[in-house]
C-alpha cells in the first residue's frame, strides 16, 4: 500500500546528507575551476537573441550557445500573451501561453448558483496554489519560472475528427483562438537552458490526454503537472469540507481529507509537496460532485505529490456585506514519470456513475483501458454495495418510469415497502401473540420482583422462564424491530447516495429546487413528525408502560424529525413519504380480523386495569 514520503532530498537524513553532497561538490568545483582556469584561455561572449514572435506554430529562433560543453539550444519564447479555446458538447476550456496552463474550464452541462454554466477553476484557491496543468517542481524559483513563461502555441486537428478553428482578435486584448474538439494543443518554450514540451489531446468526452516534458542543461527535470488549488464550485466552508484526495493502488482505494481527527489512532493529514509513489491506476482531488482525476500512462513508475494550503475566504460568501472570515484547505496534486516524459489522460467532469463507469485507466502493463474504471471515485461509505443498488434502482425508476427524480424516489419508496410487507404481517402476528401471553409474563415478572439486579442467579433463571414461555408460545420477541432495523441500511443508503451523485444536485420537484439540499421551508420534516405520532400511536406496542409508550410516541418521531430538519430533501422525502404508506398499511391491517382481534385485547387489558 502507498504510503505518504517526504520529497526525495528529504528524510531522518536528508539534511546531513545534502551538506556533506554540497561540501563535496565545492571541492570538486573548486578543483576543477583551477586547472580550467590554468589551460584555457577566457570564454567569448555571445551575442543575445531577440525572443521570436508569437505565431500560430512553433518558431525557432537562432541558436544560442551555452557553453563548450552544451549543444546549441534554440530560443522559443513567444512576445505576447495569447489564449486558446477548446469546446466540445461537454466543456470549454481556455489556456493562456502565459505558463501554457488552463485558466476557466467550464462543464457546459452543469450550472452554479445563478445559473451560468459552471467553473470548475476555483479562483481563490487558483491565486495562492496556481492554475490547472501548471508544472510543479522541487525547485520554487524554476517552478516560477516554468508558470510565467511565455510559450508558443501551435494546433492541429486529429485525423479522426473534424475539428475546426478559427481566430478571434480584440482591441486591448490577447489574440483567442477557438478550437473545436476533436484537437490537438502543442505548446512550446525554451531559453538559455530550460526547455519545456506541452502536448493535448481533445475528444468528445471529460478525458484530456497530456503529455509533458521538462530538461534543464540537457538533464530531466521531475515536474509534475497538476490540478492545484481545489474544485471551483468549493466557494463556502462547507463546500471545502468535502474536498478529498483520492486515489487507487493495486491494494485498493485510499481517501484523505485535508485533515482528519481520530479518537482511537494517529491523526491524518495532507501535507504539502509531499509525494506518494506508484503504482496507482488513477489519483485525483474531489469535492461532493465533481472530480479532476489523473490517470498515468505508465502506473507502475508515476509518482505523485500532494499540495495543500490554508486560505482565507468570507464565511457567509452570499452576504457581500459580511466581513467575517474563516480559513479553509484547499487541496491539489499532480502526477509525474521520474524516468522522463509524462504521459496521462485527466478526467475532470460530474460524479456521474454512468459516466465515471465509461472511462478506465491504464493498465499496470501500460495497456490503455486495461485498468480500473473510476467509479471507485464516489464514496458510497460503508455500505457501499448496497448504495449503488439503490442508486441504480432509483435510476431506472427515473429513466423508465418517470422522469423525475422527487417523484422517482416517491416510486421506488412505495415499491421498498411493498418488499417489507411480509415483514410488517410477521411484526402483527408477533404483537398479537405477545398480547396473549403479557398476564404470564406479568407473572413471572412479579415472581421475582423482589430480586434486585445484582443477584445473577434468579436474573438468569427470570430469564430462562421468559425464553420458555416465549418458545412456547411460537413468540419471537425480535420480530417486532426487524422491520425498522432492516431500514436503517436504506436510510443509510439513501443519505450516500443524495449525498453523493451528482444527478440529483439542482434536481426539482414541487416547492423543492434541490433534492441535494436541505427542505428550505422545513415542510417535508414536520410532515415525518406528525406521520410518526399517527403511526406510532395506531401500532400496537404490547407489553410496553404507558408512561414509556407516550415518551415513545413523542421521543421517536422528534429525533427523526430532528435529523431530516438539515439533511438533503430526497432523504427526507423518503423518510416522509415512508411514515404515510406505513400510517395506510397500518390502517387497512387494523381492519382485518388480526387487528380487530388485537384491538380488542388491547381494549379488555385497558378495562381490567380501570376497574
Not at 395506531?538 to 410496553?544: D, M, Y
Amino acid at each position: 500500500m502507498a504510503e505518504y514520503q517526504h520529497r526525495p532530498d528529504q528524510g531522518a537524513m536528508g539534511d546531513k546528507n545534502f551538506l556533506l553532497y554540497m561540501v563535496l561538490a565545492f571541492v570538486l568545483v573548486m578543483a576543477l575551476s583551477s586547472l580550467l582556469t590554468k589551460n584555457q584561455p577566457p570564454p567569448q561572449q555571445q551575442p543575445t537573441q531577440p525572443a521570436t514572435q508569437s505565431q500560430p506554430q512553433p518558431t525557432n529562433a537562432a541558436p544560442t550557445a551555452k557553453g563548450p560543453s552544451q549543444s546549441p539550444v534554440a530560443i522559443k519564447q513567444a512576445q505576447s500573451e495569447t489564449e486558446t479555446v477548446v469546446e466540445n458538447g461537454l466543456y470549454k476550456i481556455t489556456f493562456t501561453n502565459r505558463g501554457a496552463q488552463v485558466k476557466s474550464w467550464m462543464l457546459k452541462k452543469y450550472k452554479d448558483d445563478k445559473g451560468n454554466p459552471l467553473e470548475l477553476i476555483n479562483a481563490t484557491a487558483a491565486a495562492k496554489m496556481g492554475l490547472p496543468l501548471s508544472l510543479w517542481t522541487y525547485d520554487a524559483e524554476l517552478r516560477k519560472r516554468l508558470n510565467e513563461a511565455l510559450y508558443i502555441a501551435g494546433s492541429a486537428e486529429k485525423e479522426s475528427g473534424r475539428g475546426t478553428q478559427s481566430l478571434d482578435v480584440k482591441k486591448d486584448s490577447a489574440p483567442i483562438l477557438h478550437l473545436d474538439a476533436p484537437h490537438s494543443l502543442t505548446f512550446d518554450y525554451a531559453d538559455q537552458d530550460v526547455v519545456v514540451h506541452k502536448h493535448f489531446s481533445f475528444d468528445h468526452s471529460y478525458v484530456v490526454k497530456i503529455e509533458t516534458s521538462v530538461t534543464r542543461n540537457g538533464q530531466t527535470v521531475l515536474a509534475y503537472p497538476v490540478w492545484p488549488s481545489s474544485l471551483g464550485d468549493q466557494q463556502t466552508p462547507a463546500g471545502y469540507a468535502t474536498g478529498r484526495m483520492v486515489w487507487q493502488t493495486p491494494e485498493g482505494i485510499q481517501r484523505q481529507a485535508a485533515f482528519e481527527k481520530h479518537f482511537f489512532k494517529a491523526n491524518s493529514w495532507v501535507s504539502d509537496g509531499n509525494t506518494i509513489p506508484g503504482p496507482s491506476y488513477w489519483t485525483g482531488v474531489t469535492d461532493q460532485y465533481f472530480a479532476a482525476v489523473f490517470m498515468p500512462a505508465n502506473p507502475q513508475s508515476c509518482m505523485m505529490v500532494t499540495l495543500h494550503q490554508p486560505i482565507e475566504i468570507p464565511k457567509d460568501p452570499g452576504n457581500p456585506k459580511s466581513t467575517e472570515k474563516e480559513v479553509v484547505h484547499a487541496l491539489g496534486l499532480g502526477i509525474a514519470n521520474p524516468s522522463g516524459t509524462t504521459q496521462a489522460e485527466l478526467f475532470v467532469g460530474p460524479k456521474a456513475v454512468d459516466v465515471l463507469d465509461s472511462v478506465r485507466s491504464y493498465g499496470l502493463d501500460g495497456e490503455p483501458g486495461s485498468g480500473s474504471n473510476l467509479e471507485g471515485v464516489i464514496d458510497f461509505g460503508t455500505f457501499g454495495w448496497f448504495a449503488k443498488l439503490l442508486f441504480r434502482a432509483l435510476n431506472w425508476t427515473h429513466d423508465h418510469l418517470i422522469p423525475n427524480w422527487g417523484w422517482a424516489i416517491v416510486v421506488l419508496t412505495f415499491i421498498i415497502n411493498l418488499v417489507f410487507l411480509p415483514l410488517r404481517l410477521t411484526q402483527m402476528k408477533t404483537s398479537l401473540k405477545m398480547q396473549k401471553i403479557q398476564p404470564l409474563v406479568q407473572t413471572i415478572n412479579k415472581k421475582y420482583e423482589k430480586y434486585g439486579l445484582r443477584d445473577q442467579e434468579k436474573q438468569q433463571q427470570k430469564q430462562q422462564e421468559l425464553m420458555a414461555l416465549y418458545k412456547t408460545e411460537g413468540v419471537n420477541m425480535y420480530s417486532g424491530c426487524l422491520p425498522l432495523l432492516l431500514q436503517l441500511p436504506i436510510l443509510y443508503a439513501f443519505y450516500a447516495v443524495l449525498a453523493n451523485t451528482v444527478e440529483l444536485r439542482q434536481a426539482s420537484w414541487l416547492w423543492i429546487h434541490d433534492m441535494s439540499a436541505p427542505d428550505p421551508l422545513h415542510l417535508l420534516p414536520v410532515l415525518t413528525i406528525i406521520s410518526m405520532v399517527i403511526v406510532q400511536r395506531a401500532t400496537p406496542q404490547p407489553g410496553i408502560d404507558a408512561a414509556q409508550r407516550r415518551m415513545m410516541n413523542i421521543m421517536m418521531p422528534l429525533m427523526f424529525g430532528f435529523m431530516t430538519w438539515a439533511v438533503a430533501a430526497g432523504l427526507a422525502l423518503y423518510w416522509a413519504t415512508s411514515n404515510l404508506i406505513s400510517l395506510v398499511q397500518q390502517w387497512a391491517m387494523n381492519q382485518t380480523p388480526l387487528g380487530r382481534e388485537i384491538k380488542e385485547l388491547q381494549l379488555k387489558r385497558l378495562r381490567k386495569k380501570n376497574k
